[in-house]
């Protein structure tokens, strides 16, 4: 029989060798870490309802996305390895010009957490942008 510390243990070590994409961002929390990572980090440019309409939104260069037609926008399907990549931002290339949103990846890493809660949090807000699709 596995014990639930052996089956962490192996759900980690997956998730280490294949990267980010390992856990499917189905298996994020959407409603709970998702939604409240959302709400604290990103609603201040893209607003509440993910639309683009943050009140910060009209100071920036660049408008925010509107994040509700993500999948829209890729055939009907939502392109969930490219949001990953995006929230998290530290292997975008610099030559693709500046970027006025942050690069969660490292903000959330500078401030002490671990890599695999990095990568956790990141799939959590994008369970919970799969749950806003138009």
Known sequence: MISKRTGLFGLIVAAAISGPAAV???????????????????TVCHGRDGTGNGPFAPMLKTPPADLTRLAERNGGDFPAAKVRAVIDGRRIPIAHGTAEMPI???????????????????????AYLRTIQK
Request: charge should be negative; charged fraction near 35%.
């Open 24 to 42: 499917a961002e189905e298996e994020g929390d959407a409603h709970g870490v998702g939604e409240a990572a959302w709400l604290e980090h990103c």
């Open 104 to 126: 969660w990846g490292k903000v959330w890493s500078d401030a002490g957490e671990r890599e695999i809660g990095v990568r956790a949090r990141i799939i959590d807000v994008v």
